[in-house]
């Protein structure tokens, strides 16, 4: 069995800084992408930044410049370190990884973490 735990969030004032983490333990054989979605009240979830097993990384236009997503093979773990946060930045972040939990699996799966709530307030 797949978990994915996020840690990190919490409520910073704008301007501030905040760092996400996300460990994925259980029956990995391997990870493919991971990646951090968000999902603000009243709007679908979308993604903010993802990377490859190979360090290629993607972000949303929001958040270029300002976030920068890593990530750890070795330790199956991926990072989110948040700069300069804007109120607009306030949701529920979540870890996402598209990964084999087995051999004999064909392709990646995509598994998910609880999330973890982030608020930009003064």
């Known amino acids: 069995q797949v978990q994915l735990v996020e840690s990190g969030g919490g409520l910073v004032q704008p301007g501030g800084s905040l760092r996400l983490s996300c460990a994925a333990s259980?029956?990995?054989?391997?990870?493919?992408?991971m990646g951090w979605y968000r999902q603000a009240p009243g709007k679908q979830r979308e993604l903010v930044a993802d990377i490859t097993s190979g360090g290629s990384t993607n972000y949303a236009a929001s958040v270029k410049g300002r976030f920068t997503i890593s990530r750890d093979n070795a330790e199956n773990t991926v990072y989110l370190q948040m700069n300069s946060l804007k109120p607009e930045d306030t949701a529920v972040y979540y870890c996402?990884?598209?990964?084999?939990?087995?051999?004999?699996?064909?392709?990646?799966?995509?598994?998910w973490g609880r999330g973890t709530q982030v608020t930009v307030s003064s």
């Open positions: 996402n990884a598209a990964l084999r939990p087995g051999p004999l699996w064909a392709r990646d799966h995509a598994y």
């Open positions: 259980g029956s990995i054989f391997s990870i493919n992408a």
